[in-house]
Structure formats: structure tokens, C-alpha cells
């Protein structure tokens, strides 16, 4: 959980991989503001190639490019929206939204943090570092990440899914990380910006059943259209 809160059980993971190429969409349309050209946005660059490692078909991202830039039919105007409070058990978390209606999503979020508590702008975001978050995949055998950190430039870094490692670099060296990392034996899986919990709370420390109610608070919000990151302040 930690940095970034993913959907547990089958159920939850199905519904997530559905809302992948939606939430990429997005992120596409709105990195596109600032040209459609990825060799020369580096926000586009990353997004883009995140997009090609799942396999998005390429009229999706043709289209996606088109609405951004305002050259299709279709333009869209996302705005990003984050929205910050505590899930159950004073769990800090931070909800990161793209939207193009706020007065839409703003009173559905309400609802959503019911369970919880929805702070005010700033309440909970002094808890957290704003970072470059870099997932790789080791792309040989005995690739080293500290070796790789310290060589590509990361600030810090911990174990991920599946053997993965997740890099955390200063936001405006995102870039120039994730384009080192795999002259150091890493295969870069997706890199973004996003927020890093100063202070998790141990898993530990609470009970099952109010485990159980952060996470089932965790997957609402996550399962929300709207929402396109949840960062989370539990360790492990």
C-alpha cells in the first residue's frame, strides 16, 4: 500500500485493469495541452509509453492525443482535482481526480468520505512528499536497484509487486531517471508523479476488521470514474 493504495482480490484487480486505458486516456489528453509532439513533452513522452506497455489500440491514443490538443471533434477540458481527508481509523489520504465537471465530482466525493472525513485543501497534503515515482522491472539477472538508484539518479526506493522495485526521484528529475534507469539493468513499467506518505501508519496497528474498513473505504474511492490515483498512508 504506501505510496500509492492498489485494489486487493480478483474482483477489485479485474475492475481496476477495466479502468486502465480510461485513466490513461486522461492522462494523455491533459499532458497533450502543452503539444502533441512526445519527443518534445516529456510528461506526453512518459504517458505514451506507458500506454504502448499495455497494449492501448492506436486509434484509442490517436484520439486521445487529437482531443488534447484540440485538433479532433471531440475536445475535452480535464481539470485535475485532488481532494484530501482521512479514511477510516484517521488513515491519511489523498485523491487525485480528472474531471470535466467539478460540480459533479465534487459532491460525489462527499458522499464517498462519508465512512471518513474530507479535510480542506492542504489538511493532510503537509503529511506527504511530492515525488517522481518510477516502477522497473529488473531487465537481467542480479540488476542491482540500490547500484541503480544511486547510478540513475533516484532519491530513494523500495520493493514493489511482482519483483519490481518502485525509484522515488525529485519531480523535476522524473524524466531524466526514468530515461537512466535502463542503461542500469531496469525496464521501466510506468513513471509519474505522485505522493509519498511521510508518516504511514502500520497495518499492524489496527485491527482486521478496521483493515477491512480502510480497504473497503479505499476501493469506493477507488472505483470512482473520476478518480485516477489514491494515495494512501499505511506502510506496507
Known amino acids: 500500500m504506501g505510496a500509492q493504495w ?3 482480490g480478483k474482483d477489485l484487480v479485474a475492475n481496476a485493469k477495466g479502468k486502465m486505458f480510461t485513466k490513461l486516456v486522461k492522462e494523455i489528453t491533459v499532458a497533450a ?3 502533441a509532439d512526445p519527443a518534445t513533452n516529456a510528461r506526453l513522452r512518459l504517458v505514451v509509453e506507458q500506454a504502448r506497455k499495455v497494449s492501448m489500440p492506436k486509434d484509442t491514443l490517436e484520439r486521445a492525443l487529437k482531443k488534447g490538443s484540440g485538433t479532433g471533434d471531440d475536445a475535452t477540458n480535464y481539470e ?9 481509523h484517521q488513515v491519511a489520504v489523498m485523491v487525485e481526480c480528472l474531471t470535466d465537471n467539478v460540480k459533479r465530482t465534487a459532491p460525489e466525493m462527499r458522499v464517498l ?3 471518513g472525513q474530507l479535510g480542506t485543501s492542504g489538511s493532510v497534503a503537509w503529511d506527504f512528499d511530492h515525488v517522481g515515482m518510477i516502477e522497473a522491472s529488473p531487465a537481467q539477472p542480479g540488476a542491482d ?4 538508484a544511486i547510478e540513475a539518479g533516484a532519491q530513494d526506493l523500495e520493493a514493489a509487486e ?3 522495485t518502485l525509484f522515488y526521484t525529485d519531480p523535476a528529475e522524473l524524466d531524466i531517471v526514468s530515461r ?3 542503461a542500469h539493468g531496469f525496464t521501466v ?3 509519474k508523479l505522485g505522493y509519498k506518505p511521510k508518516n504511514p501508519v502500520d497495518p499492524t496497528s489496527l485491527s482486521a476488521e478496521a483493515l477491512e474498513e480502510v480497504e473497503a473505504f479505499l476501493a469506493a474511492i477507488d472505483g470512482h470514474d473520476d478518480v485516477q490515483e489514491v494515495y494512501v498512508a499505511l506502510a506496507g
Open 6 to 8: 492498489k485494489a486487493k
Open 33 to 35: 495541452r502543452s503539444g
Open 80 to 88: 485535475r482535482v485532488m481532494y484530501e481527508g482521512f479514511a477510516p
Open 113 to 115: 468520505f462519508r465512512k
Open 145 to 148: 536497484a540500490d547500484t541503480a
Open 162 to 164: 511482482e519483483g519490481n
Open 180 to 182: 537512466a534507469l535502463p
Open 189 to 191: 513499467v510506468s513513471a
